[in-house]
């Protein structure tokens, strides 16, 4: 009996390998031919555009510089969070983990309406920054926050488990040695996590550049290449929609490459 049934097992596992082969395949041709068909449809007119279209590259130009404000801002803010998160147990630490992970979660339209209800005119925080003549909404600024709202968590959570693969077994040694515990982080914790920090900075600053719906709530002009893209489709339709997204598309590999080559670092570096 167990005999026959271990053949019966056996017998099932390529009907098994194959159905699993072709879901796959097909959860693959899904994810990649929209992507190729929007690349094959409108890349090379969208990199002639990108040279004729001012608008185009004052957008793609103000996503940039916005994404890597929003980017350090984060690592700055960030880093601390994600030592306390790796390195100490407290009352709260679910909680707290929680709070940072819940942008992640919620719609993002639904960030920039909060945003928009912390940071508007009517808002206490959004009138004192007001009345010292800082405006946030509609500015580049409102840009930053909705970024740095969205993206940061992500920075948070990879620096968390970058500086948690560091055993805090050398941090003790180098304080034996009569480092304070600032500056065993800085000449031991900080060099050992640096790819996993620098990899979870380029997710943040991709995932900024990539944010449409916090920042169409809060900032719909200056337009950044998503809004940009979005305003074209809604007004013009796909045809012109088209290069800019397609634009977009190919600049997504920059980042892709990045933490491409950072990991094939750390894999030719482990033992």
Do not use: C
């Not at 992970?101 to 009138?127: F, N």
């Not at 979005?230 to 598309?249: I, K, N």
């Amino acid at each position: 009996m167990t005999g026959q049934t271990t053949g019966s097992a056996r017998g099932s596992q390529p009907w098994v390998a194959v159905i699993a082969a072709l879901a796959s395949s097909l959860l693959l041709l899904f994810l990649a031919a929209p992507i190729g068909q929007l690349i094959g449809a409108g890349g090379a007119e969208g990199v002639r555009q990108f040279s004729r279209d001012a608008e185009l590259r004052g957008a793609l130009l103000l996503t940039a510089l916005t994404a890597t404000t929003a980017t350090l801002l984060g690592v700055l803010g960030g880093t601390p969070l994600a030592y306390l998160l790796a390195r100490r147990e407290f009352r709260g630490r679910a909680v707290l983990s929680a709070v940072l992970d819940l942008p992640l979660l919620i719609p993002h339209p639904v960030a920039g309406i909060a945003l928009l209800l912390m940071l508007g005119r009517e808002s206490a925080v959004g009138g004192a920054l007001l009345a010292g003549g800082l405006r946030v909404v509609g500015t580049p600024l409102g840009i930053v926050a909705a970024m740095l709202f969205v993206a940061a968590p992500l920075f948070i959570s990879g620096a968390r488990e970058a500086f948690a693969k560091v055993d805090a077994r050398f941090e003790a040694v180098a304080r034996t040695l009569g480092d304070t515990p600032q500056r065993a982080f800085l000449r031991v914790t900080l060099p050992l996590s640096r790819r996993g920090l620098v990899a979870s900075a380029v997710v943040m600053w991709a995932r900024a550049v990539s944010e449409f719906g916090a920042i169409v709530v809060l900032t719909y002009n200056p337009k950044v290449a998503s809004v940009l893209s979005y305003d074209r489709f809604t007004s013009f339709g796909l045809r012109e929609a088209l290069p800019v997204a397609a634009v977009l598309a190919l600049l997504a590999l920059i980042p892709l490459t990045a933490l491409r080559t950072l990991r094939g670092a750390d894999d030719g570096a482990a033992p």
